[in-house]
């Protein structure tokens, strides 16, 4: 053996191969006879079996019933009840009854409030007190057609609006 640490994977000078040691070297390893990729998809697909059975039972246990239960819907024979009522036959004798004894009177509604008068702006107030320059119109008759311009409004933005110099003809 040598003391440099570089040699020390090196066999002692003047020693003689192992003749066991170069039949082990000649070996080669046999091919094996399992796929192991192969042997562990069978043993999950094993452990799962039962629960795709049981799955499947029940299935084919509500399938029969859903079924029976719409046989006997379909088959089942109309069920007819008969009762006799008796109805007394009223005496002429009786008072006619008035329409207000039985039902109070509608009473009617009263009519919406006008909404009240806007409040005067005074025109000393400072600016950051100042209404805004713009204001919005009060819908215009038809109501669908201010709901449509609000949504366009909403979706598209202010650029939708009406040009306020213009005048509606």
Do not use: I
């Amino acid at each position: 053996m040598s003391d440099h640490p570089s040699n020390l994977n090196l066999p002692p000078p003047g020693a003689k191969p192992d003749p066991l040691a170069a039949a082990l070297a000649r070996l080669e390893p046999a091919p094996a006879r399992l796929d192991r990729d192969r042997l562990m998809y069978q043993a999950g697909a094993e452990s799962r079996r039962w629960v795709v059975r049981l799955w499947q039972a029940t299935a084919g246990f509500l399938a029969a019933l859903g079924f029976a239960a719409g046989a006997q819907v379909y088959l089942r024979p109309p069920v007819v009840v008969e009762r006799v009522v008796y109805v007394e036959k009223e005496s002429a004798k009786a008072e006619p009854q008035n329409d207000s004894q039985l039902a109070p009177a509608p009473t009617p509604k009263p009519a919406p409030e006008a909404p009240p008068p806007a409040a005067a702006v005074p025109e000393d107030l400072p600016a950051s007190h100042q209404p805004p320059a713009y204001h919005l119109a009060e819908p215009a008759g038809d109501m669908a057609t201010y709901y449509q311009l609000r949504n366009d409004v909403l979706t598209g933005g202010l650029g939708l609006l009406p040009d306020p110099g213009r005048q509606r003809r």
